[in-house]
């Protein structure tokens, strides 16, 4: 073969690593290079005029990097903390001022609060108190153990439809959608018992926590087998874009929406990645209330299914298409001889 033919040959080959390089590069460093607060929700604790005019003195300073409202009492910003509606709170005092966190809703954005209020106490010259309202389970310190656990699913998903698209592919769709779910449901298994008895990031609800895993996966799972008939040797590009480069970054398991840009805080209120994580911080931290995260998940499933059957019925046309020719190049050879 000549070396011309050899080189680009390799070129071609190398042009999907390349692409994988460029878009990791775009994806991780756009979303986490620079994390600043935008539209972080505190609140400062009071009723009083000089609560009110403290909350509009710091929101005049911050702009937009921070929502600032009021509530009448500290209980009430321990539930809205509870309820995910703020992710700081400020308790005035003149000598023993107050911050409230909730680190299990997301630990760096309870940091940046944190920080804000650090520095007004600095200006009063007194310490500052940190309370955290909703710590992290043991297991898991930095509250980020449930984002490894979407790489630990999200790997083993596509790495699954990849074998599948590629040693299966006589199959009909059907058997390797049945195989798929059976893939799905190994990864899940997996995911919860590495999380759960062996490193105990998930410390309870482990039957819930599975159920979603096991319904990201197969939504993953899914777009693999669909998106094959599409994309052929594109297939794994593809699903490191939909499910590692937009996924991972938006998935608030490092940084919520509060702390990055608007184009993935967009991708948070509706991607599937988004939805398990915030969903197992849902169960794992703040009493369940899963449904908006299910339908997420669900959607997403119901995306890979149909790709599925509309790779299959473009499958059956290929091999009609195949079946008919046949025949004409066995009349072609015949009328030849």
């Not at 299990?104 to 310490?127: D, R």
């Not at 609800?205 to 939504?219: D, M, N, Q, R």
């Amino acid at each position: 073969m000549p070396t011309s033919h050899v080189l680009k040959h390799l070129a071609v080959h190398l042009l999907t690593p390349l692409l994988m390089c460029l878009g990791m590069a775009l994806a991780y460093q756009g979303a986490f290079h620079q994390p600043e607060p935008r539209h972080l929700k505190v609140a400062i604790v009071g009723a009083t005029p000089e609560a009110r005019v403290l909350a509009q003195t710091v929101k005049d300073r911050a702009g937009d990097a921070l929502d600032v409202t009021t509530v009448a009492s500290a209980g009430e910003a321990r539930e809205a903390l509870a309820d995910r509606e703020l992710v700081g709170a400020f308790v005035p005092d003149a000598r023993h001022p107050e911050v409230l966190i909730a680190k299990a809703n997301s630990e760096t954005s309870a940091m940046a609060a944190e920080a804000v209020f650090q520095a007004v106490a600095a200006k009063q010259g007194v310490p500052l108190a940190v309370t955290d309202v909703k710590p992290t389970g043991a297991g898991d310190p930095t509250g980020q153990g449930i984002f490894f656990l979407l790489v630990t699913l999200s790997i083993g998903s596509y790495g699954s439809a990849t074998v599948l698209n590629a040693g299966a592919a006589r199959l009909s769709m059907r058997m390797r959608a049945g195989a798929g779910l059976a893939a799905s449901f190994a990864v899940s298994v997996i995911g919860i018992v590495t999380a759960g008895p062996v490193f105990g990031v998930v410390d309870h609800a482990h039957a819930t926590v599975w159920a979603l895993g096991w319904l990201y996966s197969a939504g993953v799972v899914a777009f693999g087998l669909g998106l094959h008939a599409f994309l052929k040797q594109w297939t794994t590009l593809a699903l490191m874009v939909l499910f590692v480069m937009l996924n991972f970054t938006s998935s608030g398991g490092i940084y919520r929406p509060d702390l990055q840009n608007g184009f993935f805080g967009a991708l948070h209120s509706f991607y599937t990645g988004a939805g398990f994580v915030e969903g197992v911080r849902d169960v794992l931290y703040f009493g369940g209330g899963i449904a908006g995260r299910v339908l997420t998940l669900a959607l997403w499933l119901a995306a890979g299914a149909l790709l599925m059957v509309a790779a299959a019925a473009r499958e059956r046309r290929a091999h009609a298409g195949r079946q008919a020719a046949v025949p004409a190049a066995a009349q072609a050879a015949v009328a030849a001889a």
